[in-house]
């Protein structure tokens, strides 16, 4: 005749139900915002590309802006030393370029407008600002 199985002395599967519903329940609730989280990335634009002075050369050491009035969005990135700067993420519509610190004034281009899912390089010129 064989033994029974013995279980571990207060070991009772049941206590653990209530976690493991707590659990699915929880992963239910999140679940949309996980999915809408994952695609995120989905809908958007990228910028990227130089910040040139008039004569050429890279600006680095500056921020560049994105603004959109109608949907009052700013985007600011850093520009790097050689003048290099990538906007990801941007929704799309139009923006204007706006430096910081202000010393340099943006020649071209005046605006740019961002569609879904493309990429946009682009030559942004600058001159420096006359001195009040």
Sequence with gaps: MSK????PQGFRPAR???ALVASVILIILAWPAIAQQRKGSQGVGIVYGKVLKVNGKPLGGVWLMIENLELGMIYRKDVNPIGQFEFADVYPG???FKLSPALYLVKSPAKITVKA??????EVRVERAAPE
């Design 94 to 96: 139009t923006y204007i």
């Design 4 to 7: 029974p199985i013995s279980r």
């Design 117 to 122: 899912d493309e990429a946009i390089e682009v």
């Design 16 to 18: 653990y139900i209530p």
